[in-house]
């Protein structure tokens, strides 16, 4: 990899300006002809086609540098963001902790349109149609030099990648830093290893987990309701509820449906204006379809991947209760178990995910610093079933951990195109 003569701090920046809806078009420009002739040179290069139809990447170094490059001290000082030097340090390293940085460059390709990204922020768009650049503010002279730079320094690395493909290769899996790699890493070792960690084994206790083995090596999921009214509903929502004690300190009595009401999502398309105790008009609600699109099922509100749901299905068989709650282990546990003890038909979803989690034997995903910890099932083996994701890259403790104990993937190769 080439000498950077990039700095941190002025790729922060410039990553900051970027004006993602900025249509300006460049047709006619040095950088226009060096991107171009960049494009043609990528494609000597076998393209990744996992998740695109065309992806490169490549990766661009850049230093800290001295700390006058980061600000001037007297100027802080006097805007009160520091107190003294030592300060003025701190701030600096806490900002920029690294003397060397690495920076993700991707190449997109997709209908007849090169994407280039930077960190994941996208730096420009080039049409191969019209030979067009679009995103970049044709009157921004500092960012049409950096996007050049940023060419310019690639375009030599893919020249040596080229020149010796095996140097290449090797040089990035052994110099990539940790914190820009996908790993992973058994539970139960963080949790033996953190001084202070959320575990699902210690919060539920030993009894429970024998209970949660033996419920799903045991579960019927084939048991169905007959018939089911809203009340009935309401009252396996109840259940819920009590196991895990949300209204322990409640000085007055409530019905199944104010505590539905306490905890569920509310938009019940519909579900609490039937007759509660029919099972015609519910199932005429149900059948209806006109709550779709309203969450009836969400019975503890939630985000996305942070709701649990008791949701009702009709097929042939009859009536099903299915519970889910991946991301809410231990209540969610609480409820299956209670559920289950009281011989109430379910489908446990994600039960042996769920055993595993309190058990400590699942692996968790370890992402780079930069990504998100949610929704990076893609990125990780099918077969190693990973559906839970950690960052540590700003936990000191964690961090060190995860250098030591965890299993890396190893890093995708380039290769030459054949034809």
Not at 101 to 130: A, G, I, P, Q
Request: hydrophobic fraction near 35%; charged fraction near 30%; glycine fraction near 4%.
């Amino acid at each position: 990899m080439n000498k950077s003569n990039f700095f941190t701090i002025e790729i922060k920046n410039i990553l900051s300006r970027l004006q993602r809806e900025n249509e300006d078009k460049l047709k006619s420009s040095t950088v226009v002809s060096e991107v171009s002739g960049f494009i043609k040179k990528i494609q000597k290069i076998e393209p990744d086609k996992e998740f695109t139809d065309n992806a490169w990447t490549f990766w661009i170094k850049s230093l800290r540098g001295n700390i006058s490059i980061f600000g001037n001290f007297e100027e802080l000082k006097e805007d009160g963001e520091v107190d003294n030097y030592e300060d003025f340090v701190s701030l600096w390293k806490m900002e920029f902790p690294y003397k060397t940085e690495w920076h993700k460059f991707d190449v997109v390709e997709y209908n007849h349109t090169f994407y280039f990204y930077l960190d994941s922020e996208m730096l420009l768009r080039y049409c191969t149609d019209n030979r067009t650049i679009t995103g970049i503010n044709s009157k921004d002279h500092k960012l049409k030099q950096f996007v050049l730079q940023v060419v310019n320094f690639v375009n030599t690395e893919v020249g040596k990648f080229l020149k010796n493909p095996d140097n290449y290769n090797k040089y990035i899996a052994k110099k990539l830093p940790l914190r820009k790699r996908y790993g992973k890493i058994q539970r139960k070792v963080i949790w033996e290893n953190l001084t202070e960690s959320i575990r699902f084994d210690q919060q539920l206790g030993n009894k429970k987990i024998k209970k949660l083995e033996y419920l799903v090596n045991n579960i019927n999921e084939k048991k169905v309701f007959e018939k089911i009214t809203a009340n009935e509903f309401l009252r396996c929502c109840e259940i819920c509820y009590e196991a895990n004690n949300y209204f322990k300190n409640t000085k007055t009595k409530m019905s199944p449906l104010e505590k539905y009401k306490s905890m569920a999502d509310l938009r019940h398309g519909g579900l609490l204006d039937i007759d509660p105790d029919s099972p015609k008009e519910f199932a005429k609600w149900y059948k209806s379809g006109i709550w779709s699109g309203s969450h009836p099922w969400e019975i503890c509100r939630g985000g996305n991947s942070t709701h649990i749901t008791l949701q009702v299905t009709n097929d042939t068989d009859g009536w099903k209760l299915s519970l889910a709650g991946l991301y809410r282990q231990v209540e969610t546990i609480n409820m299956a178990l209670a559920l289950f003890e009281q011989a109430i038909p379910f489908v446990f979803r994600n039960k042996v995910e769920m055993l595993n989690m309190a058990k400590g034997i699942d692996y968790l995903g370890v992402v780079p610093e930069n990504v998100v910890p949610k929704y990076c099932h893609e990125k990780f083996p099918k077969e190693d079933n990973i559906i839970d994701f950690i960052n540590p890259w700003y936990d000191n403790e964690l961090s060190k951990i995860i250098e030591k104990l965890v299993f890396w993937y190893p890093l995708k190769k380039i290769f030459k195109r054949n034809d």
